[in-house]
């Protein structure tokens, strides 16, 4: 599934533009035999995060997501900037404005640091084994 990006040569996608599109768009990922998904950034899929995680795990299509709310919702795996980290930055970002710094004079921040999160349970239900070095990795495994 994706947004509006068009996929690579080769690739075929399954858009979906909100949440009653999602159910088709499992439908023809299980008929194309889509061995993997990966969700990008999104307001509609994070607002239809468990629907999104209830529907990879019931046409058990293994799915990578960008934030760890989606594996805590029961999803299997998720690699992306931390949320935590880049609220922090923005409250030392205030912080600096409200004692007295210019805005214009700030050096523009992004935050670095990301995380993956790894849902053991749902790796097994899906007949995953998730290989060592990767799960010694993980910031976070769910079991």
């Excluded at 009653?20 to 439908?27: I, K, N, R, V, Y």
């Excluded at 990578?64 to 922090?88: N, P, T, W």
């Excluded at 404005?97 to 992004?110: N, R």
């Excluded at 993956?116 to 769910?142: F, H, M, Y």
């Amino acid at each position: 599934m994706r947004g509006r990006r068009r996929a690579p040569s080769g690739w075929r996608c399954t858009s979906a533009n909100n949440a009653s599109d999602l159910e088709p768009a499992f439908a023809a990922l299980t008929e194309k035999r889509a061995g993997a998904l990966i969700v990008g950034g999104s307001a509609l899929f994070f607002s239809s995060r468990d629907l999104l995680v209830a529907l990879a795990v019931r046409h058990a299509v293994p799915t990578i997501y960008d934030q760890r709310e989606f594996v805590q919702a029961g999803g299997l795996i998720s690699y992306g900037s931390s949320i935590a980290d880049a609220y922090r930055l923005t409250g030392v970002y205030v912080g600096r404005i409200l004692k007295g710094e210019k805005p214009a004079d700030l050096p523009v921040q992004q935050s670095v640091k990301v995380e993956l999160v790894i849902n053991l349970k749902i790796a097994k239900a899906l007949g995953i084994t998730v290989p060592l070095p990767l799960s010694g990795r993980a910031d976070e495994l769910i079991e």
